[in-house]
């Protein structure tokens, strides 16, 4: 009998929940997550043809509905335009705060603050952090006006809570280019976490819940260096990955954390902890 509370808990059969960035490295992996917990999800990304592959699959293997949508985050007309009739025909009572950007040209994401370009860090800004806003309102206020509880999960980072140690990257490469970690990155993801915690407080009367999570460095195509270093500074001893941050989603997005709200789960192997 208590397994099948505890799967209740967890279960998100007859909900909706949007994911945005859901074509992404950690997008596609929220997800399929959501799908298997029996919700209806509502996919989007930039570019919808991003979404083709992820959103057959799920179909197939989900029992809820999918529904895929092309829409620039980094536009708060676009999201003004596209997102509120889908909002209004799902009903989502959950919202994965997703997306993120490196701008336009990967390479300058890389430049440091010395050279960093005003344009490059306003584009980076508009969907890393604002998006979330103007996402988190729409839902918000349609929870609000059917008078419905709900749960909004933002994703940050590690770097939005502790400073990145510049050692790491001596030496290291991502997709065979030199890396760091830039200001932008630090300063969107910080804000993240801040922003949870106002609406958080804000709409804790409407029984909306909002938190974070922030991962810690996830593999995905680091060199060698990039992994023993970072490695290195983590007391677990390895990066993380995509898997991990499952269990923490679905805690969040369920009822199962129906008495938090405006928390910041980190789950970064302990590389906070020293």
């Not at 799908?35 to 699959?57: I, M, P, T």
């Not at 065979?176 to 801040?194: E, F, L, M, W």
């Not at 490695?231 to 991990?244: A, D």
Request: aromatic residues 8%; glycine residues 10%; hydrophobic residues 40%.
């Amino acid at each position: 009998m208590a397994s099948i509370e505890l799967n209740k808990l967890f279960a998100l059969h007859g909900k909706c929940a949007v994911v945005t960035g859901a074509g992404g490295f950690l997008g596609r992996h929220f997800s399929r997550s959501l799908a298997s917990a029996g919700a209806d999800v509502v996919l989007v990304e930039k570019n919808a043809a991003d979404l083709a592959e992820l959103e057959k699959e799920l179909i197939s293997t989900s029992p809820g509905k999918v529904f895929s949508l092309g829409c620039d985050l980094g536009n708060a007309d676009e999201i003004r335009d596209l997102l509120p009739p889908i909002i209004e025909q799902f009903k989502p009572s959950i919202l994965i705060n997703n997306a993120a950007s490196k701008g336009p040209d990967i390479n300058r994401f890389f430049d440091p603050p010395a050279t960093f370009s005003p344009e490059i860090w306003r584009e980076i800004m508009a969907v890393n952090l604002d998006a979330m806003f103007w996402m988190a309102q729409l839902v918000a206020d349609s929870l609000i006006v059917r008078k419905q509880s709900g749960s909004i999960v933002q994703i940050s980072s590690i770097y939005g809570v502790v400073a990145p140690d510049q050692r790491i990257y001596e030496g290291s490469e991502y997709l065979g280019r030199p890396i760091n970690t830039p200001a932008i990155y630090s300063a969107s993801k910080g804000g993240v976490i801040a922003l949870t915690r106002y609406l958080a407080a804000y709409w804790g009367a409407n029984g909306i819940r909002v938190n974070t999570i922030s991962p810690g460095g996830m593999f995905s195509g680091q060199n060698d260096t990039f992994l023993k270093n970072y490695s290195e500074r983590v007391p677990l001893g390895r990066m993380g990955n995509p898997e991990e941050l499952i269990g923490g989603l679905l805690y969040l997005a369920s009822d199962a954390s129906s008495y938090v709200t405006g928390q910041n789960l980190v789950v970064d192997g302990g590389l906070s902890a020293w």
